[in-house]
């Protein structure tokens, strides 16, 4: 993010955003997603690419669907509302397919992200 521009969606707003469109979900694709939808102000990269979401299984704790909102703020600060709305929805239907994935007994999403970096 630029220093002294503000993003043009703020955390509350993003948050709320992420609310309508997670509400929007029926409940049989969020089954066993214990840790449910959570969402950090925190930036997460991977070199030089953005993580706006991401799932996260552990036999122990559960599993999980974070969003990194200053990601989210980095990647889209110049954007409008209608952008940061369609990101957000990719991001969550993303992660959610690969929750369901994952409760089918396959991982086909992680095996195209890895074929698509090749």
Same mark, same amino acid.
């Given at each position: 993010?630029?220093?002294?521009?503000?993003?043009?969606?703020?955390?509350?707003?993003?948050?709320?955003?992420?609310?309508?469109? @997670?509400?929007?979900?029926?409940?049989?694709?969020?089954?066993?997603?214990?840790?449910?939808?959570?969402?950090?102000?925190?930036?997460?990269?991977?070199g030089d690419y953005f993580i706006m979401g991401e799932y996260i299984a552990d036999d122990l704790m559960g599993s999980v669907i974070m969003l990194y909102y200053g990601s989210?703020?980095?990647?889209?600060?110049?954007?409008?509302?209608e952008q940061w709305e369609g990101e957000l929805k990719e991001t969550i239907l993303h992660e959610l397919r690969h929750?369901?994935? @994952?409760?089918?007994?396959?991982?086909y999403l992680s095996e195209e992200e890895k074929a698509g970096l090749d």
């Open positions: 993010m630029s220093k002294g521009k503000s993003p043009a969606l703020s955390i509350d707003s993003f948050t709320e955003m992420a609310g309508r469109i @997670i509400d929007g979900i029926p409940d049989r694709f969020t089954r066993d997603l214990n840790g449910g939808f959570n969402i950090t102000e925190d930036c997460k990269k991977d989210f703020a980095a990647l889209l600060e110049d954007k409008g509302v929750h369901v994935e @994952i409760m089918a007994g396959v991982d």
